[in-house]
């Protein structure tokens, strides 16, 4: 009985999304992950292969996967363009992203500071 509910479920869910365009960056970001960990656990047994006792050493393996999964998201992230480092901007053609002032009181010295800020980053969600 619990496995019919669990795959009604499952159907009217898959049946029920609809492709948007953060599936593309997901999707991206999954194979990327994918392909390093692939790359890292085949370094990972290149290492061990050139050790004097590799029956000592096969956790490369799986921690050169790990690195490879992580290093493989965060490019997957970064070249899909969630994250810019340079903010985008549409009236202004310029490449230094503007210096924002504003005025601060402090209480506990009782001064009023101006103080500027530039934005290094963007983040969509």
Do not use: W
């Not at 493989?72 to 992230?77: M, R, S």
């Not at 310029?94 to 005025?103: D, E, S």
Request: aromatic fraction near 8%; avoid cysteine.
């Amino acid at each position: 009985m619990l496995k019919r509910i669990l795959a009604t479920v499952l159907i009217v869910f898959f049946l029920s999304t609809s492709p948007v365009l953060a599936d593309d960056t997901m999707r991206k970001t999954l194979t990327d992950s994918l392909y390093g960990g692939i790359i890292g656990s085949v370094i990972g047994l290149a290492i061990v292969l050139l050790t004097d006792n590799p029956d000592d050493h096969l956790n490369y393996i799986p921690t050169g996967a790990g690195i490879g999964i992580l290093a493989g998201a965060a490019y997957g992230l970064a070249s899909s363009g969630v994250v810019a480092s340079v903010p985008e901007y549409e009236s202004f053609d310029h490449t230094a992203p503007p210096l924002k002032v504003r005025g601060v009181f402090d209480r506990l010295t009782n001064t009023f500071e101006i103080v500027g800020s530039i934005d290094l980053l963007k983040i969509r969600f």
